[in-house]
């Protein structure tokens, strides 16, 4: 995908000529003859590469680099000089610029800075979401140390308390022992509820139940959905699950699955938001193994990053808005379950995550 490029430059006939050989070789283009119009559409439009004019009618370009590297530090800077002004052009590029040009400029050469500037975001971006993955990782860390502290207490007050409730049990009974008693349930319930929330906090530090037991797939399918029903009611997505009922019942680790298909389904609900869309999840038997798919109605996947989708830390979403994880986890997690996972985006249909598990004994 071509990155988008915002040209900012006050010779309004060269930014004309420019655009419509960029346009022609498929970047998104916008334009501005002022630095003010050119922050305003860095603002509003977030392109990837500006081309910046060194000489601006009202503000330098080193000043306007200086700005841009306040407001969007991740925006790639080209900058355009004379012949004369080579020695802004090179103060720029300690300003954090990727390159400089010399008009008239070659649209060739021009290309070439701009996919080299777009490369350098990609590897900002993920440099980025290491360090975040980092944090969420010490986090998780944290999270599970509390969880296990608390988890000792807790199991020892729910031993307690039903040990002394079968002893009341035993005696002979009497109001204030029913009053008792009843108290004694309570604190059971409520230690119920502590193990739930530190079963959360070992789930968010990435301990989830790895062990295989034998469910049948739609139940599962079923209880992700329901889990993402409020989300998907407020962005208007609507749900199609098509499993066949004469799928076997799969044995495999039910969380590690559920935890994929969530992956995926928050995958697409962000493609697709914020103007709704449809979401298809359908299983079959195929070829003694269960293929699973999961496939929306957005924008789809561009060819060329549809190969990189489960690459670890790779993503097109904004940073901090995505770790670019997800995928690479599901890749993981169903490769070890023995299973194979591969993305597809035909042409204006989306994008299809498919999912093949080989029933025990076979080879897919």
Not at 19 to 48: I, K, N, S
Not at 89 to 101: E, R
Not at 206 to 223: K, M, N, Q, T
Not at 263 to 291: F, K, Q, T, W
Request: aromatic share 4%; glycine share 8%.
């Amino acid at each position: 995908m071509r990155p988008k490029t915002l040209l900012i430059d006050d010779e309004e006939d060269f930014v004309r000529l420019l655009a419509m050989r960029l346009e022609a070789r498929d970047f998104p283009v916008l334009t501005a003859l002022t630095a003010a119009e050119g922050l305003a559409a860095v603002e509003a439009g977030d392109p990837a590469v500006v081309v910046l004019d060194v000489n601006l009618p009202d503000m330098s370009g080193l000043d306007v680099l200086r700005e841009l590297r306040q407001r969007r530090p991740l925006v790639q800077v080209v900058m355009l000089t004379g012949q004369s002004d080579l020695a802004t052009a090179v103060a720029g590029m300690k300003l954090g610029a990727l390159d400089y040009l010399v008009k008239p400029v070659d649209v060739d050469v021009l290309v070439e800075a701009l996919e080299r500037a777009s490369l350098r975001r990609l590897d900002q971006e993920e440099n980025l979401r290491m360090i975040e993955t980092g944090k969420m990782a010490m986090l998780g860390k944290l999270a599970e140390g509390v969880a296990h502290e608390i988890n000792n207490p807790v199991n020892i007050i729910m031993q307690k308390a039903g040990w002394a409730e079968e002893l009341l049990e035993d005696t002979a009974g009497g109001p204030v022992v029913r009053d008792v008693i009843a108290e004694l349930q309570a604190i059971q319930s409520q230690v119920r509820r502590c193990r739930a929330i530190v079963g959360k906090l070992m789930s968010f530090g990435g301990r989830i139940d790895p062990r295989p037991s034998e469910f049948c797939l739609a139940e599962a399918v079923r209880a992700v959905l329901e889990a993402f029903k409020e989300k998907m009611d407020s962005q208007g997505v609507r749900v199609c699950m098509d499993i066949s009922t004469s799928l076997p019942k799969v044995t495999m680790p039910r969380a590690e699955l559920e935890q994929v298909l969530g992956h995926l389904l928050e995958n697409s609900l962000e493609a697709m938001a914020p103007g709704g869309g449809r979401i298809e999840v359908r299983a079959a038997l195929e070829n003694h193994a269960i293929d699973l798919h999961v496939a929306d109605s957005g924008p789809g996947i561009p060819e060329p990053i549809l190969s990189r989708v489960f690459e670890p830390f790779f993503s097109t979403k904004e940073v901090g808005k995505g770790s670019g994880l997800g995928l690479a986890i599901c890749h993981g997690i169903v490769r070890t379950m023995g299973g194979e996972i591969q993305a597809e985006s035909p042409a204006g249909q989306g994008a299809v995550i498919s999912i093949r598990f080989p029933l025990p004994g076979q080879v897919s």
